[in-house]
C-alpha cells in the first residue's frame, strides 16, 4: 500500500487548504442540482412573476416595475442562499466532517476561509444570472457602467455579510430541520418588509417604520441608486454601518459558537 | 525494544456535571493495538478526542508520538488518523474526491493525491464504486472509505473509535483483517470498543474504563485470569430440563458463584477441576440429555461483570446525557 512517495507536508498552506476546501463545497452542487436551481431558476421565477403579475398594477408597466424591483429581487435572492452555508455546516457537524478536517495536520481557519469563498462564487452567479436574465427582459443600468459595478460588489458584500449570521443558526441549531424553521423565520420578512416590491409610502404608518429600519431596506436603496443612477450617499451608508454591524455582532458569536461545539 | 505511542497522565474532562473523564491514565506502545474498553458514556469517545486535539483537557497531561497534545498539536495531529464513530466521510462527493480531497488537504502534488486515493480505494475494495457519490454507498462501503480516509497521510498512529458499531457480522471481519494487517505494518492502533469480543480478538492490551475511571488494565488473558477460575456451562436438549441442570451445576459452585440461566444455557464460575467429570455423571444419572457441556476461561463479558458491576450493554442513558451536555455546554 505504499507505492506512491509524497513529499512530505510542511507547514499548512492557508490558501491551499482554502481552495481545496471551497472547491469541495461547489462540488456538493454537481450532487444536489436543486441547489443550482435555488441558485438560478428560482430567483429568475420570482422576477418574471413579480415583474408580470404585479408590475402593472404597481407600476403602471411592467417594464418600470422592472426597473424598480430588479435591485430588490438581487438583494432577496443572495439573502436567501446563505441558507445553504448554515445547512451543509450543520450537516458537517452531525456526520462528523468538521472532526475529520480538524483531526489534520491544515490551516483550522481553512474550513471557515474555503466556506465563504464557495459561497462567494454563488452568490456572484446568481446576481450575474438574475441580472444578464433581466437585460433580455430589457433591464437597462442608468447608473452606468462603475454603478453596475458598484451595485454589483455591494449585493455580493450582502450576500456575504448574511452568511454569518447563518452560519451562526447552522452551528447552533440541531438538526438541518430547526435550521429550516430559524432561517425561513427570519428572512422571508427581512427581504418582505423591506423597499424590494413596494415603495414604502404607500405602507401604513407602523409597517414604514419597520421597513425604513431594516437593514435590506438600506442595501436595496444603495443597490438601486447604483443602478438607476438616483440618491446614493445617504443608504450606503447607512448599509455599510449595518454590515459592520452585522459583522461585528455575528463574526465573534459564529467564531465562539464553532468553538464550543467541537 | 518498543516505546510507547501514547502516554496519558490523569485526564480530567467534565461537560456541566458529567465527568466524561475522571483521571484516565493509559500507555499504548509502539506497534501494538490498545483497546478502551467500556459502556457508552464511559468515556471512551472523549478520550480518543483529547487524544486526537479536538478537545483539551481540564486536567492531565497527553503525550502522543513523544509531541504533547496541548502545546503541539499540529504535530500530533500530523502523526495521527482518526476514524470516528459515525462515518465522517463527505456524501455529497465521490469516494475518488474524498480521499483526494485529503490528500490536497496534506499539502500534496494534484499527481500524488490521485494516485493514494486510487491506491487506497484499491486496497479497500471500492475501485468499482470510486466515482459513485458516497451517499449511494451501504454502511460497511462507507466504513471502509472512512477508514481509507484516516489513512491517507499515512498515519503512524490509528484512533480508531467504536470502528464496527452497527457492522453486518461480515464486515467486521473484514475489518479486523484490515485492522491487523496495518499492524504488521508498523502502525499502533488505538481502538474504543464496547465489543468484548472484539477487544479480545484484536488488542494487545485493554483498559476497562466506566464512568471515566479506569476500572481494569492489562492484556486480554490477564483480564480474564483476574477473574479467576472457570466458568462451567451446559445446555439441555430439553428446556425442561433446566431447572434440574441448575440445580446439579449449583452444587459445584460457592457462596459467591450462583448459576446463571439465560434460558437455554446454564453457566456458573468454579474453582475445581474435578467438576467436569462430576457434572458428567450426574447429569447422566438425573437422565437430563444436553447439548453442549464445557468447561472454559471466563470470557471478556464475564471479565466486565466482574469489574463493573454492570453488563456491558446497558447505560445509554448516561451516554445521551453526556451528549446532551456536549450541546448545550
Known amino acids: 500500500m505504499s507505492a506512491v512517495t509524497v513529499t512530505p507536508a510542511g507547514r499548512p498552506n492557508v490558501l491551499s487548504n482554502t481552495l481545496t476546501i471551497a472547491r469541495r463545497n461547489l462540488l456538493h452542487i454537481k450532487a444536489t442540482p436543486e ?35 430588479l435591485p430588490g429581487i438581487l438583494v432577496q435572492a443572495v439573502s436567501f442562499l446563505p441558507f445553504t452555508t448554515a445547512l451543509a455546516l450543520n450537516t458537517d457537524f452531525q456526520r462528523g466532517v468538521i472532526d475529520r478536517f480538524r483531526s489534520l495536520p491544515i490551516a483550522r481557519s481553512a474550513v471557515i476561509s474555503g466556506r465563504i469563498l464557495a459561497d462567494g462564487v454563488r452568490i456572484l452567479w446568481s446576481i450575474l444570472i438574475i441580472t444578464g436574465f433581466s437585460m433580455i427582459l430589457g433591464f437597462r443600468f442608468e447608473g452606468g457602467a462603475a454603478g453596475a459595478f458598484g451595485a454589483v460588489l455591494l449585493v455580493l458584500a450582502w450576500g456575504l455579510v448574511m452568511c454569518w449570521p447563518m452560519a451562526f443558526i447552522g452551528i447552533t441549531a440541531r438538526s438541518p430541520e430547526s435550521v429550516n424553521t430559524w432561517g425561513f423565520m427570519i428572512i422571508l420578512p427581512l427581504t418582505f418588509a423591506s423597499s424590494a416590491f413596494a415603495n414604502p409610502d404607500t405602507m401604513p404608518g407602523w409597517l414604514q ?19 438607476l443612477g438616483g440618491p446614493v450617499a445617504e443608504p450606503l451608508t447607512d448599509a455599510i454601518v449595518w454590515m459592520a454591524a452585522l459583522l461585528a455582532i455575528f463574526v465573534p458569536l459564529a467564531i465562539v459558537r464553532y468553538r464550543r461545539r467541537i | ?84 464513530q459515525y462515518a465522517a466521510v463527505d456524501e455529497l462527493l465521490s469516494g475518488q474526491d474524498n480521499l483526494f480531497m485529503i490528500g490536497r488537504l496534506l499539502g500534496w502534488r494534484k499527481a500524488d493525491a490521485r494516485s493514494r486515493a486510487a491506491e487506497l480505494l484499491e486496497a479497500f475494495d471500492l475501485s468499482d464504486a470510486a466515482t459513485k457519490y458516497v451517499k449511494q454507498y451501504s454502511g460497511g462501503m462507507r466504513r471502509r472509505l472512512d477508514l481509507a480516509a484516516s489513512l491517507v497521510g499515512r498515519p503512524k498512529l490509528l484512533y480508531l473509535d467504536e470502528p464496527t458499531t452497527g457492522l453486518d457480522p461480515r464486515s467486521r471481519l473484514e475489518l479486523w483483517k484490515m485492522i491487523r494487517t496495518l499492524v ?59 431447572v434440574a441442570t441448575e440445580r446439579i451445576l449449583a452444587s459445584f459452585g460457592d457462596a459467591e458463584n450462583a448459576p446463571h440461566n439465560d434460558g437455554q444455557l446454564i453457566s456458573i464460575r468454579i474453582n475445581d477441576r474435578s467438576a467436569l467429570g462430576q457434572a458428567v455423571r450426574q447429569l447422566d444419572d438425573a437422565g437430563i440429555v444436553v447439548d453442549d457441556l464445557s468447561l472454559r476461561r471466563p470470557s471478556l463479558d464475564e471479565v466486565f461483570l466482574a469489574v463493573t458491576g454492570h453488563v456491558a450493554e446497558e447505560d445509554e442513558l448516561g451516554e445521551h446525557a453526556a451528549a446532551d451536555e456536549r450541546r448545550t455546554a
Open chain 1, 209 to 227: 417604520a419597520i421597513v425604513k429600519a431594516n437593514p435590506v431596506t438600506s442595501v436595496i436603496d444603495a443597490a438601486r441608486g447604483l443602478m
Open chain 2, 1 to 84: 525494544m518498543t516505546s510507547s505511542a501514547i502516554e496519558a497522565e490523569g485526564l480530567v474532562r467534565t461537560f456541566g456535571k458529567v465527568r466524561a473523564l475522571d483521571g484516565i491514565d493509559l500507555v499504548a506502545r509502539e506497534g501494538t493495538v490498545f483497546g478502551l474498553l467500556g459502556p457508552n458514556g464511559a468515556g471512551k469517545t472523549t478520550a480518543i478526542r483529547v487524544l486526537s486535539t479536538l478537545l483539551r483537557p481540564d486536567a492531565g497531561r497527553a503525550v502522543v508520538g513523544g509531541y504533547d497534545v496541548l502545546h503541539e498539536p499540529a504535530k500530533v495531529r500530523g502523526l495521527i488518523g482518526l476514524t470516528g
Open chain 1, 35 to 69: 441547489q443550482l436551481v435555488e441558485m438560478s431558476i428560482q430567483p429568475i421565477m420570482f422576477l418574471v412573476l413579480f415583474v408580470y403579475v404585479f408590475g402593472g398594477a404597481i407600476a403602471g408597466s411592467s417594464a418600470a416595475y422592472l426597473q424598480f424591483a
Open chain 2, 184 to 242: 504488521a505494518e508498523g502502525t499502533t492502533v488505538l481502538l474504543t470498543t464496547q465489543y468484548l469480543e472484539e477487544a479480545d480478538r484484536l488488542a494487545d492490551e485493554i483498559v476497562v474504563i466506566d464512568h471515566g475511571k479506569v476500572i481494569a488494565a492489562g492484556t486480554p488473558q490477564q483480564l480474564k485470569m483476574r477473574v479467576g477460575g472457570q466458568v462451567l456451562q451446559a445446555q439441555p436438549a430439553d428446556p425442561a430440563d433446566l
